[in-house]
């Protein structure tokens, strides 16, 4: 394995605070800066991802989400702002993180994910995180990380609910395991609060940093669910199936 990264002192003063979490220390920090992170679609859910995983000193994040922002994406969207609107998404997301942090690589790609790029985006980094609304980028993402043998963190929403949950190639089933293909009536748009797609977004966040540094338990083979309107959680083993097409 490659030698770890040093950290600066200006970098050890950055994350001080967090480096006195039981299990993390310089060793734990410099396993962060070492690491790079994948996130599909960087809007309500996954933006909060990335400013959590930049926050904490993740060295290199690899974005990807396409279009222009549009005024409905403003109650979520935490990257972007009202002067943005009509602009690319990418632009705002990049700047914005590298403003919180300038020390963290920033890579853009203006797509969404599909599975013509889906290899080609996942070979770019250790670890994923699915933040996106479409079962379709989804469903190409998940193939894509079994495919190269990558954790990814699982996160998604619809109303006042989310989960999350994590998948190692080798260790637990995958997305296509409960989800084998797209959903008929599934909708790209659907109701959503910021703070609910925030919820689940900070949980995943700290998936990836305890793959990372290998604090606590992750949730590998079993789904949260959230309601967020009645506070209710529940934690359920998902299935691993031989005959899974993608990771059986």
Known sequence: MPALPPLTDSERAHYEWQMWVPGVGE??????????????????????????????????????????????DLNRQLLQTHDHIGKPRMDSIVRRLRELNPCCEIVGHAENVSAENADALVAQADIVVDAAPLFQ???ALNAAAMRARKPMVECAMHTLEASVTTFVPGKTGCLACYVPEVPPTWKRQFPVFGAVSGAAACIGAFEVIKLITGIGETLCGELLSMDLGTLQFRKVRLPKRNDCAVCG
Do not use: M
């Open 137 to 139: 980028e989804r469903l």
């Open 27 to 72: 060793n734990g920090q410099r396993k962060l800066k070492a690491a790079s992170v994948l996130i599909s679609r960087v809007g309500g859910l996954g933006g909060l991802v990335a400013l959590e995983l930049a926050a904490a000193g993740v060295g290199k994040l690899v974005l990807a989400h396409g279009g222009a922002l549009q005024a409905s």
